[in-house]
């Protein structure tokens, strides 16, 4: 029987509903991701009366990866020194543990093996690209800082605001007050810590220059060593963001079962065993949700190398999005677009994985 | 009889109304209404200057100035943005005229010519002719209007070098030589070891005008239109040689005797720690002279001397990329057997007008660029060191006056202004690039390499390679026919 008008829209109802939406996100996303892909693709040149987009193909991809730009995205390469191959084989052990329980678990599927293939050659390329560069005379490159960013900075964040978060759920005096001081830098512009963490930081006139000197620091310039100006910029990176997860933390351990906590500590479980076996799996899922938020936030790390030391010294703390920044600035738009696009494949697959293989079995274990 | 006389004197006085009204001085009221947004750099140099005179410009005129500001590394690219995306937010900007070229051919700035010859206010005649032609023109016609000349020389601490029994510096050895022996030296009596040398290395800040005035004199000496950026016959780099190698070296080797962050000091803190008294030596543009002298701020005034930048007794041979001795065929222009080359450095900051403003709104900008550059405000503003504005009119340099009474000995006054005019008059002065898209040869590939070689990254043989290839693949992108006849059309060739 043929459905009348009224019938079809009454049909079509969610999807006509949804349009509106659909409509703003492609125009505010999709739409500038494929001008910013034609960008990526073309060359920018000023002329007469205005500018010109000339198509130049590949090229901008390929300077980064092979060309002129590679020691600036890739880093310089080097033979892999001792720890280099010990980050391999650490890397190379969890990757094949992590498939071989998915084999083991009994359910592997076509897709899920061609999506653990991608992740595993994605995460041991970023493991070599660190391996091949961190070695005496080498350098690592936007993409291997802005991964160490990621990783170091984000886990040290989740350790931390997890502590916290784990102390403020307590009993303890004061509690209030200490929830509100722990949550303060999150409200502070990234560029207002920047400048911050530049005068704490600095040995010779800075607030803190007494102690400094008084510990044998006075004559050390973090800005100019590469490992210590990176250090900074965790360290200011991991000031601000810290309270995010410490508030989601916090209220994901105020939300549980306080039966079972009690339950346990009349049973005589420490306080390790009760975190290990009733908490930690009750906000497990909350956590990797708070992971990958601050993950993807983190690949867009850019005000604090800015601020903090313009990228310096050298390169050393350009982040990926400092570096698309900094071409733009230069009028490279096509470099710049597609620096951009690197990052967003990159965080991409990385992010999808996490969200794939870490936090879905997390949820499905819960359920 | 007479009607006919009436008429054709009325027809004079339409004719003369028209032409005052483009360069009438600034009357009351003339531009009340009128509001001009004017970009310039964060500073606070440069920017002061233009944030202090607003008012009174407003108040004599009834033009609203807005002064934004910019970090200095942005203000290239935000103008170019605004203007060739069509924005127009902005009206006019004070910046580096050697970026006319990328300014000028797409028709973003105001042809400013037939103002500017007759604007007798201005006193253009009384504008140094390097910085009438340098900074100003274009392809012969005028842009912009010259509020500062930049020259960069060597400051150093007349009380230090006494004490050490050395002589102002001749070259760069003795720069180097006179940092090293004073460097760790208490130079300000507060107890704690100073350094031998200050230069501002911050990278996407101001600093690579500096190795350029090192390298000038290893790479120029037969003049002027010889130029040091590329070689006039195919446009290859001058950036991978014998010369370019040391002065990279001498430039490297200055760190060792400065603060242990100097990489990453911009100007404004190395004037600020030579002006505390913490540095024997500085290189720098002429703000060091006109901040020394100022009894709030300067510890060590009376105490500062300048010199042209330090020369070389030797100099390359473009044929072999070898350095050959200094002689009268090799260094033409050398004093007692040393080349020197004084680099006219950015060239100095200047007032350029959107040339899609609206009409009165370009009336008004003009009107506050001639404002500042006429000699009642320019006179005062180039005495004092926090502007950031350096003399660039001939009276300035002769009138010993209006250094004395901004503080100066008339001996402290001599010998600042000496070192300006020597500058000056030099016929083997270095100019600064101006072809298209030189902010990225500068800015870009040259400050990222210098910059790389200080942190420890590259060798300097590497730093060369580096600077040459990205260098060669710019022209190779805009074109290096076209390129070429740029360059040699700067130079004068």
Request: net charge neutral; charged share 20%.
């Amino acid at each position: 029987m043929r459905l009348s008008f009224s019938d079809w829209l009454d049909r079509q109802a969610d999807r006509l509903f949804i349009l509106p939406a659909v409509l703003i996100l492609l125009t505010f996303s999709i739409f500038p991701l494929l001008i910013s892909a034609y960008l990526a693709l073309s060359r920018f040149q000023l002329t007469a009366g205005g500018y010109q987009l000339r198509f130049v193909g590949w090229l901008n991809f390929k300077k980064l990866l092979f060309g002129g730009e590679q020691y600036h995205f890739l880093g310089v390469f080097v033979p892999v020194p001792w720890y280099g191959w010990l980050l391999l084989a650490l890397v190379i052990l969890l990757l094949a543990r992590s498939i071989a329980q998915y084999i083991r678990s009994g359910k592997p599927t076509l897709f899920g093996l061609i999506g653990r293939a991608v992740t595993t050659a994605a995460i041991l390329a970023l493991a070599l690209l660190l391996a091949a560069t961190i070695g005496a005379g080498g350098q690592l490159g936007s993409l291997s800082v802005t991964v160490i960013y990621v990783a170091v900075g984000v886990t040290c964040q989740l350790l931390i605001g997890l502590g916290l978060a784990m102390l403020c759920s307590q009993n303890i005096r004061c509690r209030g007050f200490f929830r509100v001081v722990f949550f303060l830098p999150l409200m502070v512009t990234p560029v207002g810590i920047a400048y911050t963490f530049r005068m704490l930081a600095d040995m010779t006139q800075g607030p803190l220059a007494g102690l400094w000197r008084f510990v044998g620091l006075g004559d050390l310039s973090w800005a100019s060593q590469a490992w210590s100006a990176r250090l900074v910029v965790m360290v200011g990176d991991t000031w601000q963001w810290t309270p995010f997860i410490f508030i989601v933390l916090l209220a994901a351990i105020e939300g549980q079962s306080r039966e079972q906590v009690e339950a346990a500590s009349l049973d005589g479980a420490s306080y390790w065993q009760i975190f290990r076996d009733v908490t930690w799996p009750e906000i497990a899922p909350v956590a990797s949700t708070i992971v990958l938020i601050r993950v993807i936030e983190a690949f867009k790390i850019v005000d604090l190398p800015n601020v903090l030391t313009n990228g310096g010294p050298g390169i050393a703390t350009e982040s990926l999005t400092l570096h698309s920044f900094i071409n733009w600035r230069a009028l490279d738009l096509g470099g710049s677009a597609a620096v951009a696009y690197m990052l967003l494949i990159v965080s991409t697959v990385l992010c999808a994985s996490f969200f794939n293989y870490v936090m879905q079995p997390m949820r499905s274990r819960r359920q | 009889m007479s009607l006919r006389r009436n008429m054709l004197g009325a027809a004079v006085a339409v004719l003369a109304g028209g032409a005052a009204g483009l360069i009438a001085p600034a009357q009351a009221g003339q531009f009340d209404g009128v509001t001009v947004n004017v970009m310039t750099f964060t500073g606070p140099q440069i920017a002061e200057p233009l944030q202090r005179r607003a008012p009174d410009f407003e108040k004599l005129t009834g033009a609203k100035v807005n002064i934004i500001t910019v970090p200095f590394s942005d203000l290239y690219q935000k103008l170019l943005t605004d203007w060739a995306s069509g924005t127009n937010s902005i009206d006019a900007a004070v910046f580096a005229p050697q970026w006319m070229s990328d300014y000028v051919v797409p028709g973003y700035l105001l042809d400013l010519s037939d103002r500017m010859a007759a604007d007798k206010d201005l006193q253009e005649d009384d504008v140094a002719p390097f910085f009438r032609d340098f900074s100003q023109k274009f392809n012969g016609k005028a842009y912009m209007v010259t509020l500062d000349g930049d020259f960069q020389m060597v400051y150093y601490r007349t009380d230090v070098l006494k004490e050490l029994g050395k002589e102002p510096p001749k070259t760069w050895d003795d720069y180097l030589d006179i940092a090293k022996a004073a460097n760790g030296k208490d130079m300000n009596g507060d107890g704690k070891p100073d350094y031998g040398s200050c230069i501002s290395k911050k990278r996407g800040a101001q600093a690579y005008w500096a190795i350029l005035s090192v390298a000038g004199s290893y790479l120029q000496a037969q003049g002027t239109k010889e130029g040091i950026f590329f070689d006039t016959k195919d446009m290859k780099p001058l950036v991978n040689n014998e010369a370019f190698a040391a002065a990279l070296k001498v430039y490297q080797e200055s760190t060792k005797y400065g603060p242990a962050d100097e990489i990453n000091l911009d100007v404004g803190d190395t004037r600020k720690l030579f002006t505390s008294g913490q540095c024997a030596l500085s290189l720098d543009w002429g703000d060091i002279g006109t901040l020394a002298i100022d009894p709030k701020e300067s510890k060590v005034q009376d105490k500062v001397g300048a010199v042209i930048i330090p020369g070389s007794k030797s100099v390359l041979d473009r044929s072999s990329g070898k350095l050959v001795a200094c002689d009268k065929q090799t260094c033409p222009y050398a004093t007692d057997g040393i080349n020197h080359a004084p680099f006219a450095a950015f060239g100095g900051w200047s007032g350029g007008i959107n040339a899609k403003a609206n009409p009165k709104v370009q009336d008004a900008a003009y009107a506050f660029f001639s404002y500042m550059s006429q000699p009642k405000q320019s006179n005062e503003d180039v005495t004092l060191g926090k502007t950031g504005f350096n003399p660039y009119r001939m009276s300035q340099l002769k009138d010993l006056t209006l250094w004395k009474k901004a503080g100066m000995s008339e001996a402290a006054a001599k010998n600042y202004l000496g070192a300006i005019q020597e500058s000056l008059d030099s016929p083997n002065m270095v100019l600064d690039l101006r072809i298209p898209q030189n902010q990225r040869y500068e800015q870009v590939a040259l400050d990222t390499a210098v910059a790389r070689m200080l942190a420890g990254e590259l060798t300097v043989e590497d730093t060369m390679k580096q600077i040459a290839s990205a260098w060669d693949d710019i022209t190779e992108e805009v074109g290096r026919d076209s390129q070429l006849k740029a360059y040699k059309a700067t130079l004068g060739q």
